[in-house]
């Protein structure tokens, strides 16, 4: 007669010690990057008197750029 064991937990390993999973953080981490630096070049190119009517202040850019981006 055959006995089945269904004791034992399947194990579930990453591929390449976890490669990919870097791969994908680090793929997002530059993808955010570049949403900061778009926002900042966009915001960056408009005048002071755009900057105002829309809230911001010049020196303000960077941080609304982070904020914006999250």
Known sequence: MAVIDHTRSAVVTQPFGGFAETIRSTY??????????????SLSALSDH????IGIERCDIDVVAKKMSR
């Not at 530059?30 to 900042?40: C, E, G, K, P």
């Not at 755009?50 to 009517?53: K, T």
């Open 28 to 41: 997002a981490r530059v993808q955010a990057w570049n949403d900061v630096r778009v926002t900042r070049k």
């Open 50 to 53: 755009e900057l105002a009517d």
